[in-house]
């Protein structure tokens, strides 16, 4: 099992910043992709950013340039820098982990709230 617990969310204005971090804890050495997902409210849950245990990152195109993944293996923690937050980047954010045989995990997620 891993455990995934999300922080760093919270209310910013448009322009402004944001760092998530999720921890992971348990079985974490079988982690192998980490990332974030986002669900705005009456929408479905979308890919964010992850990246893979060598670094290979991938975004979403809506916040490319934007946003940066990075991820400490050492410390199990996966980060989210988020600039030029827009009021479309508000949403409930979810961090994800995926075990090498499969097997998904989610954490409870972090409210990301953007005022025009």
């Known amino acids: 099992q891993v455990q995934l617990v999300e922080s760093g969310g919270g209310l910013v204005q448009a322009g402004g910043s944001l760092r998530l971090s999720c921890a992971a804890s348990g079985s974490t050495s079988s982690i192998y992709i980490m990332g974030w997902y986002r669900q705005a409210p009456g929408k479905q849950r979308e890919l964010v950013a992850v990246?893979?245990?060598?670094?290979?990152?991938n975004y979403a195109d809506s916040v490319k340039g934007r946003f940066t993944i990075s991820r400490d293996n050492a410390k199990n923690t996966v980060f989210l820098q988020m600039n030029t937050l827009k009021p479309e980047d508000t949403a409930v954010y979810y961090c994800?982990?995926?075990?090498?045989?499969?097997?998904?995990?989610w954490g409870k997620g972090t409210l990301v709230t953007v005022s025009s």
């Open positions: 990246i893979g245990s060598t670094g290979m990152t």
């Open positions: 994800n982990a995926i075990r090498r045989d499969s097997t998904n995990y």
